[in-house]
C-alpha cells in the first residue's frame, strides 16, 4: 500500500515512520510512503503557503495554489486515487472506514496546518475528509500518521500473527479481552486459571464473554451494533442481573 503525504512539516514523519511495525512493513514491501512539501510546489521566492482570511479574523490560511500543485504534480489530474484531508470536521475514523480505506493500492494525505484550508480544496480537490477525534491540534500530521498506523495494520503480511488484527478492539465491533503472559503469580496477581487450562473451546467462550463484560462497562452503545448470539445474550443479561 501506497501513501503520499502532502505537508509543510515533512521532518516530523521519519522517527515514527522508522520503528516497529511500520518500519517492518516498509522493509517487507507491504508500505510505502512518500512525504511530499507543499512549500516545494509555492512559486514565489519567500516560497509562500498561506494569506490572512478574506473578511478578516484570526490566523492564517493555507493557500489554494501549491496544495493543488503538490497534488496534481504527483497524483495527477485528476488525481488516480482518493485524496484525504485530515480535519476535525471530518468523519469520525473508525475501524469499518479504515477497512474499506485498506482495499485502496494508494491513498493521497493532505495534511492541514494554521487556521485552516481554502475551502476550494475540500471542494474541488479532496475525496475524503477524516477527523481522529472530537477535539483540535496543531496540524494534520499526528492524524496522518495514526490513519496510516491504522491502515498498515489491515494489510496482509503486516503482522506476525494473521489473526492478530482480527481480534484488536473494534475489529469484530466488541472491545478486546484482556491479555496475560509470564509471570503466573505477579504480586499475588494471578493469570486467570482459565487461560492456563489448556482447554481451547472454554478460553475462546471466557475471552468472548470478558470482550462482551468490558464492552458493556465502557462502550455499550456498541453493544446495539454488534449482532449478539443467544449465549451472548444470555452473559449480558447475568451481568445486567447482577451475576457473574
Known amino acids: 500500500m501506497q501513501f503520499d503525504i502532502f ?3 515533512p521532518e516530523v514523519f521519519p522517527s515514527y515512520l522508522d520503528a516497529s511495525i511500520l518500519f517492518r ?3 517487507m514491501g507491504h508500505l510505502k510512503v512518500n512525504i511530499h512539501n507543499i ?3 509555492a512559486t514565489d521566492k519567500h516560497q509562500v503557503t498561506d494569506e490572512p482570511p478574506y473578511g478578516g479574523g484570526g490566523g492564517m490560511v493555507m493557500k489554494p495554489e501549491p496544495i493543488f500543485a503538490a497534488v496534481e504534480g504527483v497524483l495527477g489530474q ?3 486515487c482518493p485524496v484525504i484531508l485530515m480535519t476535525p470536521q471530518g468523519k469520525l475514523l473508525d475501524q469499518k472506514g479504515a477497512q474499506k480505506l485498506a482495499g485502496y493500492d494508494r491513498l493521497g494525505i493532505i495534511a492541514g496546518h494554521y487556521e485552516g484550508i481554502d475551502e476550494r480544496v475540500r471542494e474541488h480537490l479532496v475525496t475524503d475528509e477524516i477527523s481522529i477525534g472530537d477535539y483540535v491540534l496543531t496540524g ?3 492524524p496522518a500518521l495514526i490513519l496510516i498506523d491504522v491502515l498498515v495494520r489491515l494489510i496482509p503480511g503486516v503482522l506476525g500473527d494473521p489473526m492478530a488484527a482480527a481480534n484488536d ?3 469484530s465491533g466488541l472491545l478486546e479481552y484482556p491479555h496475560y503472559t509470564r509471570p503466573e503469580d505477579f504480586r499475588e496477581w494471578k493469570v486467570p486459571e482459565i487461560l492456563r487450562s489448556g482447554h ?3 478460553i475462546d467462550r471466557w475471552r468472548r464473554n470478558q470482550s462482551l463484560k468490558r464492552t ?3 462502550r455499550p452503545e456498541l453493544l446495539k451494533k454488534f449482532e449478539l448470539t443467544d449465549e451472548d445474550r444470555d452473559f449480558l443479561d447475568q451481568l445486567i442481573d447482577g451475576g457473574d
Open 216 to 218: 458493556l462497562e465502557r
Open 39 to 41: 512549500r516545494d510546489w
Open 78 to 80: 485528476p488525481p488516480v
Open 169 to 171: 478492539s473494534h475489529a
Open 140 to 142: 494534520g500530521e499526528l
Open 7 to 9: 505537508t509543510l512539516f
Open 200 to 202: 481451547h473451546a472454554r
Open 25 to 27: 512493513a516498509q522493509e
